[in-house]
Each structure stands twice: as structure tokens, then as C-alpha cells.
């Protein structure tokens, strides 16, 4: 507490809000469920993480991610985020 010039008791009061967050996962584009391989490529279901970090290079495109394999090299987009479904 502390007085008012006055000289009447105020209280003061101090707040917290939670910092506001994303409900939205970010997408790795890495992950080898939506990846695009060519049908031909012989790595259209490697899952192996090590292996993807070398065959896979990606490009921050700002929004989305660009997805290229180096075997194939096929090209596709990721998403940062997905869609939130409501």
C-alpha cells in the first residue's frame, strides 16, 4: 500500500498475462510423410532421419519451405504451419 498525495490508502495491484503462443505445431521438412520423390526415385521411402538430412536440401522460401532431392531432383513446397482445422 502506499498513500495518495492526499494522504489516502491506495493498493497497488500487479498483473500477468501469459505471453501469447501459436496453437500451431511449425511442420518439419524433413519428415518423410509428405515428401514428393519422383516414382523412379530409389529413396521415395527412405524414412531413415540421417539419411534425409543428406539426400534433402531445403530452402527457407519466407512462408513455406522448398524441398529438393538430390537423387530425383524433384522439387516441393512445405508449409511452415498447417492448416489449424476448426
Do not use: N
Request: aromatic share 8%; net charge negative; hydrophobic share 40%.
Amino acid at each position: 500500500m502506499f498513500l495518495t498525495p492526499s494522504g489516502t490508502p491506495r493498493v497497488r495491484v500487479e498483473t500477468y498475462r501469459e505471453p501469447v503462443t501459436a496453437d500451431r505445431v511449425r511442420q518439419d521438412p524433413l519428415d518423410p510423410a509428405p515428401s514428393r520423390h519422383l516414382a523412379q526415385c530409389e529413396f521415395v521411402g527412405e524414412s531413415d532421419a540421417a539419411m534425409l538430412r543428406v539426400l534433402l536440401k531445403v530452402i527457407d522460401k519466407g512462408d513455406y519451405d522448398w524441398v529438393e532431392c538430390g537423387a530425383c531432383e524433384a522439387g516441393w513446397q512445405v508449409a511452415h504451419y498447417a492448416e489449424s482445422v476448426l
